[in-house]
């Protein structure tokens, strides 16, 4: 992942008389516009501007239940799911952060898996799906909710990729390759978005190129998809500043962002990566310059995108915007002031913040996944209503209720 100075400090902010947003339909697409200049995202912004309170639910602190570096998570009407990349299980917890137990069924034998590329669980919560790498063999493991016992195996494409999701059907697999290497239908590819019909189990490939990697890769967020509260799929892809929507297995545009001359060409997608590295990581280059954008969230309450933005001095910042449609209230910023507790000092709703991928909306409210060890410069801090916080403790899940209904049909 890009390591991006001041990158633990993502925030929102409100309007400021010097933002530039304009929506228009784009007549030969139909792909909504939005332009924003990056050079008029106000510095700090206080939380309480669109939210009224904070909820804490903090993963619990057990010999049983520690985490070691969480990779995503999940959060579900029941249960709240955490992947753990090193210890390559899944803990469940409850909405009060109790542990609940875990799928950690490492090794060789019977009904156990060497890898965990990807983890699904499924929306009624029946069951948790762990897709292992193994070439030509590759699989997913699927097992029973809280009893863990294994219910089948199924064999799958499995492209390299850095994140998946599964439409409501649970016929399409959406792969977000993000110009990995990959061999689909016997012939090399880069292709950003590999999409998987479970049916036939026939791979399909979206924004194909052939770029000269050399084995080396990156990725600007390690979450590329965002689903809403209707259930619809979207995808962000790097060097893109368009938005998709994915259905049965189809890829449609449906929204832009314009940084006018502010925006990195696009272009770059389609050089070798050492060129785009060379690019991302000079101090010089790329300087005032917007790139990246993130969907995080979509529907017609609100809008939530995030970007990154290298500045004059060559720092990189990431940007948020939100657009409160009920009443129009809108926020472009860098930094989001915590005004409403004492914990965190700093808030970021991004869909990868600290590494983590976590949706950022649940049930009506924003969410954020904090990890005390990037929040914390204390070894310790006691935070009313949630107690005392160690830099070494679980990540706490931070559910912040906005002032305006986010909820589709409200």
Known sequence: MIALKGYVRLVVGILSAFLVIACRQNPNTSTEVLALDPDHAMENTPLSEFATEIRYVALENEPESMLVNVREVIIRQNYIYAVDRVLKAVFVFDHQGKYIGKLAQLGEGPGEYQNMQHVLVDEDESFIDVFEFRGSRSRILRFSNLSFELLEEIPVFLPQANSLRRDHSGRW???????????????????????????????????????????????????SFSTNDKGELFFSRMFDNRFYHLSEGGVSSFLMVDFGEKGVDPSWGLKSTREQMDFLYSNEEGRGLASFPVLNFSNEKLLAITYNYKDRGGHIHVHQFLKFNSNATVVHTRNLINDLTSFPETLYLCSYSNGISHPVYFNGDLVEVVSPAYAMKEKQVDVPGLGTVGREDNPVVVFIKPKMPLKSGE
């Open 173 to 223: 697999y959406y792969f977000s390759a993000q110009q990995m290497d990959n061999e689909v239908n016997d012939e090399f590819t880069n292709a950003d978005l590999v999409v998987v019909d479970m049916q036939s189990m026939k791979p399909a490939l979206f924004f194909e190129k052939r770029i000269q990697t050399e084995g080396s890769y990156y990725t600007a967020n390690s979450e």
